[in-house]
Structure formats: C-alpha cells, structure tokens
C-alpha cells in the first residue's frame, strides 16, 4: 500500500468467530472453519497456523474498517435454517453489499471530473429505497396496501394517492417498495412504457428537508430527462409554479412521469413547505402519477388534513385514497 488514504477506502476487514472449537473440531467439516493438524490420532488445532492467523489479524491497522460477527454457535458448520446463521449470513451479506457499493461510489466520485450533485441526489434516493427494501420484511397489510398502489399506477385517477398511518405502519417501506418496483419496471425491456421515476424521502438528505431545495432538485431532475432548458427562478412562488408546470405539462403518453414523496410531514415550515400549497394533487393529467406518504396530523403540522381537504372539494366527498 501506498498510501494510508488508500488502505482505509479499498480495504475491509470482516471476522467472524464461531465458539467453543473444542467442542466440535473433531467434526468432518471442522477444517473448513479452523485449521486443523492431522498429524497425530487425534484433531487438534494446528498452532502454527493459528498464531499466523492471530498475526495476520494484528497486521490490520486500527484505521482500516472491520466488522465482528460471532461468537456463533457450531451448527454443524453454518446453516442456513438455523435463525442465529441465517440472520448472521443476511447481515454479512447486506454488510459486504453495501460496503462495496460504498467503495465504488466514493471511487467514481474520485474520478469524476465534477461532482454532480443532482445525480447524487438521485441515487441517494435510490439507494434509500433499496435498503429499506432489503432490511425490512413485507406483512400483510403492507402487501394490500401495495396491490392498491400497484393498482393505482396502472391507471392513475387524476389525483394523488395517498398513503398514512402511524409511526412505525410501514408507510416508507411501502414506498421503498413501489419505488424499487417501478424503477425497475421502467427499464426492463418489453415492459410496455418508458418514463421517469423520480422518488424523494423527505427529510433524509439536505436537499429533501425544505420545500425550496426540494423543488430545485427535482427541477433540475425532470430538466435533463425531458430535456427543458427553463431557466431555475429565485423566488419561491415562481419555483412553485415552474414545479407545478414541470409534473403536470412535461410528462407525455411518450415519457410519463411516476413522482412518489415519502412522509411529508418531515418538511420544516419555511416557505409553508407543510401547507401543501405548492404540491398538485386533484385534476392532474393521466401520464402523472403522484403517489405520497404522511402520518397522522399532529400538533405540528397537518398534512393530511389538508390533502383530505383538497380531495374532498374536488371530488365531490369521495373518500381520500389510504
């Protein structure tokens, strides 16, 4: 290594320990998880390679990353249907994953000529929904509520739909889900229709926590696919505005537009980003579909309250889509 920058950003380290090998190396497959000597009657643990081992593992600098799995308990060996290894195997997995995807990120910024910051913004998005996804499980409820959205994109109303609950219902992972599904099902050949999926989960990036920097972002987002060269205005009536213009005229048969807004709730109040005035959600055109997420009202905001009070105006009492 030349450099110690270099060792800390392409190197991991991951050590795993299964308990008690007194117990179980005398197994057949001791020797696949410990070195073993074969040199007398009996298994025992080859010390030299042991010690070697030992020293390898004191070689790796305190700055480089590493991960600790175990003591686990001798299975035999690793298996899948014990719960303590499959859980240990999904998280070493997810672990390696997401650490991978973390070094070749860091790597194509590296050399990347310029930053691009919405592209960032994109894929942190992206990769949000992907991780939820992964380490969250699906229940029944969820799986209902899903088939309605799935339902809903396959032909849009021409109003939003809406889903709320509580804390902790599975209101974002739902939407990690739809997402993840929808991405994929834009680019999947032969899947009848192209378009943009442009997704946000409030409050988990810098540009997602205020109203005016998340408009600016998905302008910029919907500038390039659609290819508009509208100057970006300063003033946050004519940023509402242009935004408003961009989801509901822009998208076409050709490219519709698949817009989902994770838990709105977590915008804070400048520009009265929680009044909801800014976003459209009745009489929108049928290649808009707008799918959003919000809790309850609360002391602090009512959010849904004033999506219901929207619907109901517009659509004469019908109830709000859940």
């Known amino acids: 290594w030349t450099s110690r920058t270099r060792q800390a950003g392409q190197t ?111 894929h942190h998005h992206l990769r949000f929904a992907l991780r939820r996804t992964r380490t969250m499980c699906e229940t029944a409820s969820t799986a209902s509520s899903r088939a309605r959205v799935d339902s809903f994109l396959s032909a849009p109303a021409g109003h939003a739909f809406v889903v709320f609950g509580s804390s902790g219902s599975g209101k974002t992972f739902l939407m990690s889900k739809v997402v993840v599904e929808a991405a994929a099902a834009n680019v999947k050949a032969g899947s009848g229709w192209k378009g943009c999926v442009c997704a946000r989960f409030l409050g988990t990036s810098a540009a997602s926590s205020a109203v005016r920097p998340l408009l600016l972002s998905i302008l910029r987002q919907l500038k390039r696919v659609y290819g508009k060269e509208e100057a970006l205005p300063v003033e946050f009536v004519d940023i509402a505005i242009l935004f ?29 980003g929680r009044r909801l005035e800014w976003l459209p959600i009745t009489n929108l055109p049928p290649y808009l579909r707008l799918v959003v997420s919000t809790l309850p009202d609360h002391a602090d905001f009512n959010c849904l309250s004033r999506i219901h009070t929207v619907l109901r105006a517009t659509e004469g009492g019908e109830n709000a889509p859940e």
């Open 244 to 272: 408003r213009t961009a989801v509901t005229e822009w998208p076409s048969e050709a490219q519709p537009l698949t817009l989902l807004l994770d838990s709105l709730d977590q915008l804070d109040d400048t520009d009265a």
């Open 12 to 122: 991991a380290a991951y050590m795993r320990t299964i308990g008690d090998p007194e117990t179980w190396m005398k197994h057949p497959d001791a020797d696949q998880f410990l070195d073993i000597s074969h040199a007398g009657q009996v298994n025992e643990v080859d010390k030299e390679a042991s010690a070697m081992v030992q020293e390898l593992r004191g070689m790796i600098p305190s700055f480089v990353p590493q991960r600790h799995y175990g003591p686990l308990k001798w299975g035999p060996g690793l298996d899948p249907n014990q719960p303590s290894h499959k859980e240990y195997l999904r998280q070493f997995a997810d672990d390696f994953t997401n650490d991978l995807l973390e070094s070749v990120s860091n790597a194509a910024r590296k050399a990347a000529v310029a930053p691009d910051t919405d592209v960032e913004e994109a």
